[in-house]
Nanobody
């Protein structure tokens, strides 16, 4: 059974930075693409960043140039480095993957950007 656990969220001022981390356990991490989603209050869930098994990355237009997704297959982790944060980045951030057609989600970590 795969488990995903996010960490690193918190309160940050506009223009600040945060690094989120997702630790995976229970399966062969390196063979799965990984994603970061976020859900802001009153908004639809948004795919923020994705990384393939070969570390090819993709980003939503809203975070391109500010967020960087990376993975460490030796440590079974996928990180999301966020810089130049804006109040509209406030959301719960989720680490996700799909295994045999079954979506797996972490519990989420809250990011609040406010002065």
């Amino acid at each position: 059974q795969v488990q995903l656990v996010e960490s690193g969220g918190g309160l940050v001022q506009p223009g600040g930075s945060l690094r989120l981390s997702c630790a995976a356990s229970g399966s062969i991490f390196s063979i799965y693409a990984m994603n970061w989603y976020r859900r802001a209050p009153g908004k639809q869930r948004e795919l923020v960043a994705a990384i393939t098994t070969g570390s090819i990355t993709n980003y939503s237009d809203s975070v391109k140039g500010r967020f960087t997704i990376s993975r460490d297959n030796a440590k079974n982790t996928v990180d999301l480095q966020m810089i130049s944060l804006k109040p509209e980045d406030t959301a719960v951030y989720y680490c996700t993957t799909t295994i045999s057609g079954i979506p797996i989600w972490g519990q989420g970590t809250q990011v609040t950007v406010s002065s």
